[in-house]
């Protein structure tokens, strides 16, 4: 019986690199730029801790790692009061107004609501996976999201 | 697909492009210590599941195997706790501060946080103040901890998890981990440690120097540091391995303590003696390593235990009283065990034979391999060579003198009556009146008033 020799660091990079960009793009849509890079920095030590704990039968590494970012940003909205973070659009919309208008409404979303908004519209996952990540079944999702756009809708005052 | 889901659509591609790429994932530059890691992930998965296992069930029922006793061997151990093959590194300390104060200056214990991307901050564990390396392990992470450099700004107090048990080892002197220099053991009675504020105790009489460098590991828990327990249950249930020791309650000085220790593997894998360990055994002031009888054991089965033989000479002494009886396998993790023992005054028969310990160097002419002789040993021009069964020894492991031709530290000039043993045909065991060991090995007497 020898050493097993492994690189713990190269393999955890392994494991979360193909899905840092969609972390990073939620912890930011979620927390804002201010708080993006702690709310990833502390969904990536948590996913450091518990990686053994990771069960490919029960998700995605995706939707586990989403997981801990949805997470620690709910944490995140606890502590803080609620602010309009503003951030850089790297390719203006065509409609500059009516695309800021959309945003600060989702923004004002329930929280479970945005959460289903942006994994399904920005991170663009299948409604499945938007279930892995918030935990509830793939019907919900799909009603959480119909209750979003109804709300979206009344907010933004376009017609059904 | 309705006007407003495309503009849903539209919004949400807009946005994910505004997002930007992600920040490149950052691997730690590698340390010297980083090998280490090679095994830590192994660790850390030992012990989410010696806590799954201990989450299972409510009461557990270990069972034995069905093994006799494992006999013991006088086989010298390593004394390393590094070669064992099971993990020994993960980079981050978690939890509190922890403030370590020594009479010469603060060793402050401290961290930064480690981060995995380049945006955020880093973490590591720092020891200063004549500490020259140390590890922490908390709740199944552990990581080697470099010296902090002088002067560090960047050093913050650590963090290590007050509500899980955790260790911290030490290393003092490199010379003393590998077993070679056993003479120069120094307790730090004033050692402090500061817990989240709040002064934890230390293990009765301090910390030697042999504890902190030669042991390695440390538990650290709200309960203290250094506190073993004599059963299992006062063990850390965290760790993989737990033991036990059997001993008698009290024994005469000179005689050979018989003990039993009992390995005990809480986990669902069987627990290798694969390199063999070495293990650490303690009466009183004196301590000695030796390897397990690996040749003769089997792995620590899952859910296990296996028993193993121990004998321990003990010396003649005035003192009497009670003493504790220290067990440690040299291996991370893993606790020192205690058991007290009443050391009585020796009796009229001492059973030695051969020797006799009123004599200045006189020649054993015959001795029983692994029984313990008292052996005046003549010091004033430094430890040089002994005539014992028949041969004439010289000194192969030890300090000859203090640096200026006079006896080593722990031996009384001109002559020191102390015990020697005959560990195999050609290696000469001794131990002055102070419990200095030194090694010997068959060779020519010196010429000249000194030899």
New interface residues.
């Given amino acids: 019986?020898?050493?097993?020799?492994?690189?713990?660091?190269?393999?955890?990079?392994g494991f979360?690199?193909p899905h840092?960009?969609s972390?990073?793009?939620l912890a930011?849509?979620l927390a804002g730029p201010s708080a993006r890079?702690?709310v990833?920095?502390e969904a990536?030590?948590t996913a450091?801790?518990r990686?053994?704990?990771f069960d490919p039968s029960r998700g995605s590494a995706r939707t586990w790692l989403l997981v801990l970012v949805s997470d620690r940003c709910r944490k995140h909205w606890r502590s803080v009061k609620p602010t309009e973070d503003l951030?850089?659009?790297?390719?203006p919309?065509v409609d500059v107004e009516?695309?800021l208008d959309?945003?600060r409404a989702?923004a004002q979303l329930p929280p479970r609501q945005r959460l289903a908004?942006e994994l399904?519209?920005?991170?663009?996952l299948p409604v499945a996976e938007c279930a892995e990540v918030m935990g509830c079944a793939t019907g919900t999702v799909q009603s959480t999201l119909s209750d979003a756009?109804k709300a979206?809708?009344s907010t933004l005052e376009?017609p059904s | 697909m309705s006007d407003f889901e495309d503009r849903l659509r539209t919004w949400g591609a807009t946005e994910l492009a505004a997002a930007g790429p992600a920040p490149a994932m950052r691997t730690r530059r590698p340390r010297r210590w980083q090998p280490l890691a090679a095994a830590a992930a192994v660790l850390i998965l030992v012990a989410a599941v010696a806590v799954a296992v201990n989450q299972s069930g409510s009461k557990r029922v270990l069972p034995t195997t069905s093994f006799d006793v494992i006999p013991w061997v006088d086989t010298p151990g390593t004394g390393s706790t590094s070669a064992l093959g099971r993990p020994t590194s993960v980079p981050d300390c978690v939890g509190s501060d922890l403030t370590l104060t020594r009479g010469d200056g603060d060793a402050v214990f401290s961290s930064r946080r480690t981060n995995f991307l380049s945006v955020a901050t880093t973490t590591r564990c720092y020891l200063s103040a004549g500490v020259t390396a140390a590890t922490a392990s908390v709740d199944g992470h552990r990581g080697s901890v470099p010296v902090r450099d002088a002067g560090d700004p960047q050093v913050q107090p650590g963090t290590i998890d007050p509500d899980h048990p955790g260790s911290m080892s030490f290393e003092t002197d490199e010379s003393c981990l590998r077993g070679e220099d056993l003479s120069h053991v120094l307790t730090y009675s004033d050692l402090r440690v500061t817990l989240l504020g709040t002064e934890i105790p230390l293990a009765p009489g301090g910390l030697s120097s042999a504890v902190l460098s030669c042991l390695g590991e440390l538990p650290v828990s709200r309960a203290g540091i250094g506190l073993g327990g004599s059963t299992s249950e006062q063990n850390d249930p965290l760790r993989q391995v737990t033991t036990t020791i059997q001993a008698p309650p009290a024994i005469s000085a000179g005689e050979t303590l018989h003990f039993e220790v009992t390995l005990t593997n809480h986990l669902s894998d069987d627990y290798p003696l694969d390199p063999c360990p070495s293990y650490r055994v303690q009466l009183g002031h004196l301590a000695e390593s030796f390897q397990l009888n690996c040749k003769q054991a089997h792995p620590v089965p899952a859910m296990g235990s296996e028993r193993f033989a121990m004998e321990l000479p003990t010396w003649v002494t005035d003192a009497s009283g009670s003493e504790d009886l220290l067990w440690t396998l040299l291996e991370p993790g893993l606790p020192q065990v205690r058991f007290p023992i009443e050391v009585t005054a020796p009796s009229g028969s001492s059973g030695h034979s051969g020797c006799a310990a009123d004599t200045v160097g006189e020649p054993c002419a015959s001795m029983e391999l692994g029984t313990e002789y008292p052996y005046s040993t003549l010091t004033h021009c430094g430890l040089q060579s002994l005539i014992a069964d028949g041969r004439t020894w010289r000194l192969s492991k030890g300090l000859s003198d203090d640096g200026n031709g006079n006896p080593p530290p722990g031996y009384t000039d001109v002559s020191d009556d102390g015990f020697i043993r005959l560990a195999s045909e050609d290696l000469l065991r001794a131990r002055s009146s102070q419990g200095v060991l030194t090694e010997w090995k068959p060779g020519e007497s010196l010429d000249g008033p000194c030899g």
């Fill in positions: 019986m020898g050493v097993t020799v492994i690189e713990p660091n190269v393999v955890f990079e979360v690199a840092l960009t972390m990073w793009v930011t849509r890079d702690d990833l920095q990536l030590m450091w801790r990686w053994d704990t951030y850089d659009v790297a390719s919309p009516a695309h959309l945003s989702i908004v399904f519209y920005v991170l663009d756009r979206l809708r376009v």
